[in-house]
């Protein structure tokens, strides 16, 4: 699977790295944020015509949540994910493997794959790495991210160290069934690229171990997976910091559920390509807005007459149009159209933060621009 013409990068300063990223979908500029459109939508009333509005490069999709409400079959005879959401870019899918992870009391992991129950109905689901990859394909993602375990991060380090050769084993079956699957004559997506998973808990030396091996795949890309769930963002750093030199350096990195602003900034500056979070669309359905200059909660009483967009200076379609005073009164009146602009505003925070820190490398000075802006992020607004 060597893709090591599509990924060039164009600007390195220090480890940060500015890219091109080549897909059959569209060419990407890295570092990015990925919109997560779980279920084919953006949570919030967001819509592809949004997406495309605001500068969004990619969209993320989520396997097993398409597998248990319309299903993946039904997908495919509507042409695939991107089809059905009217998107023209890049998608990417997850393999179900953090939907096992946070199923715990549901599941039971095998060698053949993981049996867990549907939170949906109850019913009783099985998933290995063949039938993942042919629910990805189904679906007929730009990128499909292999089938894995992901361990809690306070996991002891026996099992750890078992679960991640396991999950090894299960990238091999993924690496050969999405070659089979690519010669079938009714593929929805023929050039669907495949990210393999380091995984490892917050113990480097598994983790490094692991991206050595996997590395030797040669695969479209690489994620970095099993972190922003509970260990310190100090553990989060450290572990990036020992594993990202171990990737290669002509595939792109996908630092995967990660995270704030902050967690961005200090990731690009290790080397990481590709992010995504539902932070920007959660924290806007509860009123709390992101700005260059901290968040703030649209619910406070000192927004009642404020007519000032929602951050000064923003060219987003909300703050061009509306005032604090206005959005603060939609959640007064539990009107949903306050969920929908401050997701919105969020989404476009985010995708501007992108656009900034690849600017930022271009020109020499990420470092001093990271530094900047995590100033500027401590607030208040």
């Not at 991107?82 to 998608?91: A, E, F, Q, S, T």
């Not at 595939?251 to 200090?266: F, R």
């Not at 649209?298 to 200076?313: C, Q, V, W, Y």
């Amino acid at each position: 699977m060597d893709s090591s013409a599509s990924y060039k990068v164009i600007k390195k300063n220090g480890m940060a790295k500015r890219a091109h990223f080549a897909t059959a979908h569209g060419t990407v500029e890295t570092p990015l944020f990925m919109n997560v459109a779980t279920a084919g939508a953006i949570k919030g009333g967001i819509s592809s015509a949004d997406l495309e509005e605001i500068g969004t490069q990619v969209a993320l999709c989520n396997t097993y949540h398409m597998h248990v409400r319309t299903g993946d079959e039904t997908v495919r005879e509507l042409g695939g994910i991107r089809r059905l959401m009217d998107w023209k870019g890049p998608v990417l899918t997850d393999s179900g493997g953090f939907q096992v992870f946070s199923l715990s009391k549901l599941r039971n992991i095998k060698e053949e794959g993981v049996t867990f129950r549907s939170h949906v109905d109850g019913a009783l689901i099985f998933m290995g790495p063949e039938e993942s990859m042919r629910i990805q394909s189904n679906l007929g993602s730009t990128i499909a991210m292999a089938f894995d375990e992901c361990p809690n991060s306070m996991s002891e380090y026996g099992y750890v160290k078992e679960s991640v050769a396991r999950t090894e084993r299960w990238l091999i079956r993924c690496r050969d069934e999405m070659k089979r699957l690519k010669e079938m004559p009714d593929t929805v997506n023929r050039d669907q690229l495949l990210f393999g998973i380091n995984q490892g808990a917050v113990f480097n030396d598994i983790r490094m171990d692991n991206a050595d091996r996997i590395s030797e795949l040669d695969l479209d890309g690489y994620a970095v997976g099993g972190l922003a769930v509970g260990e310190t963002a100090e553990q989060m750093y450290d572990v990036l910091d020992h594993v990202v030199p171990h990737l290669p350096e002509n595939k792109p990195v996908y630092l995967m559920g990660v995270g704030t602003p902050e967690n961005i900034l200090e990731a690009v500056y290790r080397g990481v390509d590709f992010f995504d979070c539902v932070y920007p669309c959660r924290n806007g359905r509860h009123g709390h807005v992101y700005t260059f200059k901290g968040k703030i909660n649209i619910h406070n009483a000192r927004f009642t007459k404020d007519m000032s967009p929602l951050e000064e200076g923003c060219d987003c379609p909300v703050c061009r149009r509306y005032s604090r005073a206005y959005i603060r009164h939609l959640f007064v009146a539990r009107e949903m159209l306050g969920m929908r602009l401050c997701a919105l505003h969020n989404l476009y925070f985010y995708n501007r933060l992108m656009s900034e820190i690849r600017k930022a490398i271009e020109e020499d000075r990420y470092e001093s621009f990271m530094k900047e802006t995590l100033e500027g992020l401590k607030g208040p607004a």
